[in-house]
């Protein structure tokens, strides 16, 4: 079965930064370490990434509702390191994916981005890729909504949601909320 990799915005201000998300830590640690052991498991690994302007619509003084996170070429933008090495060291091509890049425009799902929807669309296709497994920061808003998105896109049955690898603000009950609405497959 071809599978692809689908980790979102596992990005240092989501994991020690701006905006830390309970588990964050442990649990990027743990998806690089998964990721290590299963080398040759995926045929294609997307990474998605928020990349801000310093005044983005979904920052508190700009009337959005977080803290200002994620801007454009800061340290807190930047992919967790420890992912870097797995990621590259394992079979399976590597691609990333950037969202929220415009001031008033907000892009929780990385397929709310026209022109990486397009793209990861086409790498579905090609790829030949039977299964998506998602996971990463947070598990109840941009992983939740790329999920939900995915979904619309592709088909419930072609997703499994890697809940280890997603800790969640709400401590994961919207995740499997969708979870168990959509009978979607999980690895817990």
């Given at each position: 079965?071809?599978?692809?990799?689908?980790?979102?915005?596992?990005?240092?201000?989501?994991?020690?930064?701006?905006?830390?998300?309970?588990?964050?830590?442990?649990?990027?640690?743990?998806?690089?370490?998964?990721?290590?052991?299963?080398?040759?498991?995926?045929?294609?690994?997307i990474?998605?990434?928020?990349?801000?302007?310093?005044?983005?619509?979904?920052?508190?003084?700009?009337?959005?509702?977080?803290?200002?996170?994620?801007?454009?070429?800061?340290?807190?933008?930047?992919?967790?390191?420890?992912?870097?090495?797995?990621?590259?060291?394992?079979?399976?091509?590597?691609?990333?994916?950037?969202?929220?890049?415009?001031?008033?425009?907000?892009?929780?799902?990385?397929?709310?981005?026209?022109?990486?929807?397009?793209?990861?669309?086409?790498?579905?296709?090609?790829?030949?890729?039977?299964?998506?497994?998602?996971?990463?920061?947070?598990?109840?808003?941009?992983?939740?909504?790329?999920?939900?998105?995915?979904?619309?896109?592709?088909?419930?049955?072609?997703?499994?949601?890697?809940?280890?690898?997603?800790?969640?603000?709400d401590?994961?009950?919207?995740l499997?909320g969708?979870?168990?609405?959509?009978?979607?497959?999980?690895?817990?």
């Amino acid at each position: 079965m071809n599978r692809m990799l689908l980790i979102i915005d596992p990005q240092i201000d989501f994991i020690n930064g701006s905006l830390p998300i309970s588990g964050a830590e442990k649990a990027m640690n743990n998806l690089a370490d998964y990721i290590s052991r299963n080398s040759g498991k995926y045929a294609l690994k997307i990474v998605t990434a928020d990349r801000h302007p310093f005044f983005h619509c979904s920052f508190a003084d700009c009337g959005g509702e977080w803290p200002r996170h994620c801007v454009h070429d800061t340290a807190g933008a930047a992919i967790w390191q420890p992912l870097f090495l797995p990621l590259y060291e394992t079979e399976g091509a590597v691609r990333f994916f950037y969202k929220g890049e415009y001031e008033n425009t907000d892009e929780y799902s990385i397929f709310k981005n026209n022109e990486a929807t397009q793209v990861i669309c086409e790498l579905v296709e090609n790829e030949k890729i039977e299964r998506i497994d998602i996971c990463g920061l947070a598990g109840d808003v941009c992983v939740l909504q790329s999920l939900s998105d995915g979904i619309e896109l592709f088909g419930a049955e072609k997703f499994n949601v890697l809940t280890a690898y997603s800790p969640s603000i709400d401590g994961g009950e919207a995740l499997l909320g969708i979870i168990e609405k959509k009978n979607l497959s999980c690895d817990r």
